[in-house]
């Protein structure tokens, strides 16, 4: 019995001892970085070129970034305007050829109604079209007029000039702007946000970015590189965060701040409309805490068509849409979709994205585009 109790205190005698050796040593690796004997040496060019070593990037003045800066609004336009004609030309030239036929017959109006659906225009606006354009042209009046000149009046009413296209970037009593971004994952969302900063940017707003698509580490990441080019700060979580605390972080780095627009990027999972409702929906809660929201855009890739209207439907009933960019219109015919997008949502087109470059974004400009449909 007496064994056994001098071999328990010999044990636990040890166990302290082994307890007070780890601690002291814990507090020496941390004294390490913070304490009084830390000062650290200015690297030397050993330290630098140390092959692995973790402690010289610990002291190395971070570089500074090199900033891109975004191209400018009057080249940005006429190049993009350019290649919006190179994309869409196609529809405005068929449509002409058919309409500068000698006998305008029904076969004819059969061609031209397929055309415009096939540019994803829509049943109810061909229609429409169809029919002022078979009233102004009619063979036998001698008041028909120049098929192009009345062509280009009649896609312009359908496009609608009247609209009010200008993003709202300006918040009122000295708070910010606020921009949310919304719209199904691979429409092209991060990328426009990053577009859009950039043409601020280049109009010398200051900016900050929230990437509250929290769900995808890549998107976080693209988003922060966006920033990093153009020197906007953007504010993010860990994976995983609520998007609504990363989206209420970043709007109050913009009031603390005093930047002129905040940004948001949302997550874009389109799980059942519910699920959508309660996210963005709180999202636009929590942000307004803070400043109201000025402008909630939703991005719609041009080129999944009918696909395309659905999730625009799903995404107007859940919030409340102010405008539309429309992405990847550089690689689709379909500009039609302007038309139906607008006519559905009742919302204006207020930009469009016509490549992966960085200065690929442009406002729409109704007059613009449809000259470009024309070629
Ligand atoms: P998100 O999932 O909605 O955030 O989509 P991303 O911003 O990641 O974009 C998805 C892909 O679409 C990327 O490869 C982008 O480069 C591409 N993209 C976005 N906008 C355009 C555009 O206007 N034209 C083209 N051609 N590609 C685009």
Known sequence: MGDWIYLIIGIAVLGVAVLVGLVSSVRRGRGGATGTDVIAPPPTDADVEAPGGAAPTAVLEPEAPVLERPEGTASRLARLRQRLAGSQGGLGRGLLALLSRDRL??????????????????????????????????????????????????????????MDRRLQVTGADGRPGVVL????????????????????????????????DTFRAAAVE????????????????PEGTDPASVAFEAVKEGVDSGVDTVIVDTAGRLQNKAGLMDELGKVKRVIEKQAPVTEVLLVLDATTGQNGMIQARVFSEVVNVTGIVLTKLDGSAKGGIVVAVQRELGVPVKLVGLGEGADDLAPFDAGAFVDALLG
């Open 181 to 212: 971004v919304v719209g199904v994952n691979g429409a092209g969302k991060t990328t426009t946000v990053g577009k859009i900063a950039r043409i601020l940017v280049a109009e010398d707003r200051s900016v900050v970015l929230g990437a509250a």
């Open 105 to 162: 017959d029904e076969d004819t109006w059969e061609s031209i109604e397929d055309t415009l659906l096939t540019a994803d225009i829509g049943v109810a606006p061909t229609q429409e079209l169809v029919e002022r354009l078979r009233t102004r042209l009619r063979v036998d009046g001698n008041e028909a007029g120049d098929p192009r000149t009345v062509l280009r009046e009649e896609l312009l009413a359908l496009v609608d000039p009247t």
């Open 222 to 237: 693209q988003l922060a590189t966006w920033g990093e080019r153009v020197g906007v700060e953007v504010v993010r979580g």
